[in-house]
C-alpha cells in the first residue's frame, strides 16, 4: 500500500474492525494482527482540507493557512465551551449549522480512566472507538456544541476529560461502575442542567483486536518521520497500531505520504 494517510475507521462487531485507507487503496488492518508491517515516510505531505504540498502540517493534517481560516480547526472545536458563533466571528456559518447548533451529547466513558466526553449525535459510537474507550455511556443531551461543552466542563470540574494514552494503549483501564458515577455526577449537577439528563443510560462495551498471550506494547509512541516503523503487529486500539516495541498513532500522521508493506 502507498498512498497519502487518513485516520483509521471502524466497523462494530463483537471484536471492532479496523479499516486502514491509503490515497485509492484500502485494506482491513484488523486481520493483519501477528503480521510484519513495514511503515516508512516518502517525504511527501499534503494538506487533507485543500490538497496543498507542504513542509509542515497541524492539527492531524491540515496546512497552516487552514489550521488559521477553517472552522474544523478554530479553537471551539477542542474547547466547545468557547463557541463564538453567537458573537457573529463564526469562520463558517454553514459548518456551524450542520455541526454545532445541532443535538450533542454528553458522555461517561473509560478508556484509562473514567473521563467526562462530548459528542455530535449519533457519532458517539465513533468516538468512544476512536478514543479506545472499554465502556461508555450517554448521561445528557444538549441543543447545542457549546452547551454541551459548558455541561462537560461542570462536570470535569471532579473529573478529567483527558484520556491517559499510554494506559489506554496497555489496556490498563480502570474498573469502574458507570452508573454509580453518573449518579453521583447528577447529584452534584446545578438543576439548571438536570432537564437535559437521560433518563435510560444504557452502558456500552467494546472489545479490541489483540493478539491472544501477547503482552502489552510499550508504551513508546512511533514517529513515521523521525524512523522506519517495522514490527509484528499485535493489535490495535483507538487510532493507535500496537507493536511490542511501540505504538503507531494512524491518525496523526494524516497527510503524510507513506508506503506500507503487510508482509
Known amino acids: 500500500m502507498r498512498g497519502f494517510n487518513s485516520e483509521l475507521t471502524h466497523q462494530a462487531d463483537t471484536t471492532i474492525r479496523y479499516f486502514w485507507t491509503l490515497g485509492d487503496e484500502q485494506v482491513e488492518i484488523s486481520d493483519m494482527l501477528g503480521r510484519q508491517v513495514n511503515i516508512r515516510f516518502q517525504g511527501e505531505k499534503r494538506c487533507i482540507a485543500c490538497g496543498r504540498k507542504v513542509s509542515k502540517l497541524y492539527q492531524n493534517g491540515y496546512c497552516f493557512p487552514c489550521v488559521t481560516t477553517l472552522a474544523e480547526t478554530d479553537l471551539c472545536i477542542v474547547k466547545p465551551h468557547e463557541c463564538h458563533h453567537h458573537l457573529g466571528t463564526c469562520r463558517d456559518n454553514e459548518f456551524a449549522a450542520t455541526h454545532c447548533m445541532i443535538p450533542h451529547y454528553v458522555y461517561l466513558a473509560v478508556s484509562s480512566h473514567a473521563k467526562v466526553g462530548l459528542t455530535r449525535k449519533h457519532r458517539e459510537f465513533t468516538r468512544w472507538v476512536d478514543q479506545g474507550a472499554v465502556r461508555a455511556m450517554l448521561i445528557a443531551e444538549l441543543p447545542t456544541r457549546k452547551m454541551a461543552g459548558e455541561l462537560e466542563m461542570e462536570i470535569a470540574?471532579?473529573?478529567?476529560?483527558?484520556?491517559?494514552?499510554?494506559?489506554?494503549?496497555?489496556?490498563k483501564a480502570d474498573d469502574v461502575n458507570l452508573r454509580e458515577l453518573a449518579n453521583a455526577v447528577e447529584e452534584q449537577l446545578p438543576d439548571e442542567w438536570r432537564?437535559?439528563?437521560?433518563?435510560?443510560?444504557?452502558?456500552?462495551?467494546?472489545?479490541?483486536?489483540?493478539?491472544a498471550g501477547e503482552p502489552a506494547p510499550k508504551a513508546k509512541s512511533m514517529n513515521a518521520e523521525k524512523e522506519q516503523i517495522s514490527g509484528r503487529l499485535i493489535g490495535i486500539r483507538g487510532q493507535y497500531l500496537l507493536f511490542p516495541e511501540g505504538v503507531f498513532q494512524v491518525k496523526k500522521h494524516s497527510g503524510m505520504l507513506l508506503d506500507v508493506q503487510l508482509l
Do not use: A, I
Open 195 to 211: 432537564s437535559y439528563l437521560l433518563p435510560e443510560r444504557v452502558v456500552h462495551e467494546f472489545e479490541y483486536p489483540f493478539l
Open 157 to 171: 470540574k471532579t473529573m478529567p476529560d483527558k484520556t491517559d494514552w499510554r494506559k489506554m494503549v496497555q489496556g
